[in-house]
Structure formats: structure tokens, C-alpha cells
């Protein structure tokens, strides 16, 4: 009589009650192989997001194939939680997860250094956010600032999605164009893009401009190439002079200065290079991307 278990071994076909079992778990359950294997990305719902984000093909097919497989898991792991009436569609969220990964797709991290939270929270459109200073007088203030998306400490990160829409549209707002890589003065802008590298600034606490580094750049190499940049946009901007960068980066130092030129980086690459090599090389560097390279 034969054995009641068969050993099975590593060319057994798998049951299908066991993958069907599986597909009925919580994604959190599923390990990333398992998520991959058995909730793969539509097809369709890629091809709509590369035809909508032409940036995010400017880079080989192994690294193509990379933040494909990281959109997969991001959408798995992370938590999309719509308000304000905002209808979110699965297009949406592919949309949103393919360009919050392309910052670390080439990292070989995985989702790790997006560990810190779970949620996206989306908005329809901008939203009021109170705000307190004061002024050099002592004097203290109370208001208003609207806001297109915003990184906290731990999550979650809130979105807008007209702004999200807004990604690669010319400076006249038209929809549907890539951006325009040779155009004097242009700047790139990138809610998502912007918000996540907030994320990877707060790995270590605060958003100060100085993400975790590799072993490979050192922190006073960071410091010195971006103060460096900071003040030739700066002085170049008081002039007058059209930069390449959203002006918005030259308010607050390099907390804002390192998450917008990361937009820079990423949907105008060939400009930001062009005018300002050392920064596009450091950030090739951080990033292990380089963007310029595949850009039409």
C-alpha cells in the first residue's frame, strides 16, 4: 500500500484550494512573494498609469519592472482612505502608488523605508490647514495655509488629487502633456513625488533635508552640494533670472528645497542636469536613477 503522504516536492503543482484560500486573506497576511503571485496588477490599470505619467518609463526595463512590482506591494501594504466626497478609483490608486514608489524603486529595500505609516488619506482638491507664527515683532498670528498634500511624522500622508492630477502639465495647465524638458524656466511639480521624499526626510525624526544617506555619500557632501545649489537658485531667482525649480523650494531652506528639486529630478531631468550637474549627479546617486538618461 502506498504512503497516505506523498512528500511534494519543489516541481509539485501547488493545490489550487490552498492559492484560492490565500487570495481570501488580508493582503497584510500575504508575504510579498505571495502578494505578487496572487494579487498581480492588472495589466490594464498599468498601462493606463504609464500612458498617464509618461516620466515614470524614463528609466531601463529592469528598473520599469522593479516600480511595478513595488506599486503592487505598496498597494497591498498602504491604506487608501478617500474624503471630501472623492470617489477613489483603482486607476487612482495605481496612479498615486506607481509615482509614491518611483523614489526608491532602486533602492532593493523593498517598501521598508516607507514603514513608518500605513495610510494615504485622499482630498479631492486643496484644503485649509490652521496655522500659527509669529512675526519679528514677538507678534503672534492665526490662519490659513492651503495645502496640496502634507507628511506627518508617522502618517498619514494626505493628498490632493486635483493636484496629483496636475503632475506634467505645462505651465498654461493644459492636460495630457509631458513635461516640457526644454523649455527655459520650467519647473516640474509633483505633489506625490514631493510629499514621499518628506517621508524618507522623517525617517530620522524631522524633515530637515537630510534624508538617511547612503554609505556612499556623506552628510557634509549632501549639505554642502545642495547649500550650494540653494544659494545659486536663490540669488538667481532675486535677480529676476528664470530657475528651474519651483520657487516654493527656496522658502524654508533645505526642507523644502531637497523634496522639490527631488521633482525636479524626476519630471524635468534633463534641466535640472543641464543647470546644475553636481546636484543631478548627487541625486543620481541618492536616488540610483538616472532619469536623464531615458528622457525623451
Known sequence: MPPI????????????????WLRRL????????????????????????????????????????????????????????PV???????????????????????????????????GVVMQPEQVLAPRSWTDDNGVTHEGHEPLSGEAMPGGPIMLSWQDVQAAGRPPDGSPGSTPNDTQAGATAYNVVIHEFCHALDLLKGEADGLPPLPAEITPQEWRDTLWQAFDHFRDAWAHGDPIVI???????????????????????????????PAVYSLLSRYFKDDPANWAP
Open 246 to 276: 519651483d520657487p516654493y523650494g527656496l522658502e524654508q531652506g533645505l526642507s523644502e528645497f531637497f523634496p522639490v528639486l527631488a521633482e525636479t529630478f524626476f519630471m524635468t531631468p534633463k534641466t535640472l542636469k543641464a543647470a546644475h
Open 5 to 20: 503522504h506523498q512528500p511534494r516536492g519543489s516541481g509539485a503543482p501547488r493545490p489550487r484550494w490552498l492559492d484560492a
Open 84 to 118: 471630501g466626497g472623492l470617489v477613489l478609483t483603482d486607476a487612482m490608486a495605481v496612479q498615486v502608488a506607481a509615482q509614491a514608489c518611483l523614489p526608491i524603486h532602486s533602492w532593493a529595500m523593498g517598501l521598508h523605508p516607507y514603514s513608518a505609516f500605513v
Open 26 to 81: 488580508p493582503p497584510a497576511w500575504l508575504s510579498d512573494a505571495q502578494v505578487q503571485r496572487l494579487r498581480p496588477l492588472p495589466e490594464p490599470l498599468w498601462q493606463n498609469t504609464l500612458t498617464q505619467c509618461p516620466w515614470l518609463t524614463w528609466r531601463s526595463p529592469r528598473q520599469l519592472h522593479q516600480l511595478r512590482e513595488l506599486s503592487t506591494l505598496f498597494l497591498a501594504r498602504k491604506q487608501f482612505t
